[in-house]
């Protein structure tokens, strides 16, 4: 019976750490997923351990097993740690993209391609990148959206509308510019220009011509984000 009850339990343990592993956003679950799979071999080491089925190299195999399992999370932190490291070495050079950033959302603008990407920062969907919700959880977060933050609307719109070409009517109820004044930092508006800290005034003349040609509503733009890039180069110049 004891045996029984710890394997009950084992099994319990890991279903649970498995149903939390499927509710994360899905570039959170390899890591989980990972640790997931150690979990099951610990456990099938102990549980075999326990019940005098294993030899003594098992449990030594469980202590390296058990190691392992907490370095496990520094290897997932260092991991996209070196992948940013090796994206950042391999860009063509600085202003790649521009960021933009709301209450609800960070949405990233990629100057060659004029492609959209972005994450959710708060609300049920936090952590979540856009490209990873379907249809139907876009439509919820935009009505979450319009309930909680009218700029966090204006960047999903725009999401919107280049992720699904020829339709038009996504919260245009709510869209307005943004304030000219904004409290938008020397910081903000660098990274919606995609600068530098050493940024000149040549250089944010030259990357706001840029993106105003990307932003173009041929190629998935539209005027809340063409108006938060003049704010930007004119709080810079001003």
Known sequence: MPKLLLLLAIALALYILFIRAQALPPHQRKGQYLKLGIGIAVAAVVFLTVTGRMHWVGAALTGLLVGARQLLPLLVRLFPMLSALRNKSSAAGPGQHSTVESVILRMHLDHESGKLSGEVLRGPLQDWRLDELDRSQLEGLLLFCQ??????VQLLVSY???????ESDFGKQQQTAPDSGGGLSRTEALAVLGLGDDASDEDIVQAHRKLMQKLHPDRGGNDYLAAKINQAKDFLLG
């Open 147 to 152: 309930q909680e933050d009218n700029d966090s």
């Open 160 to 166: 919107l509308e280049q992720r699904f070409p020829g």
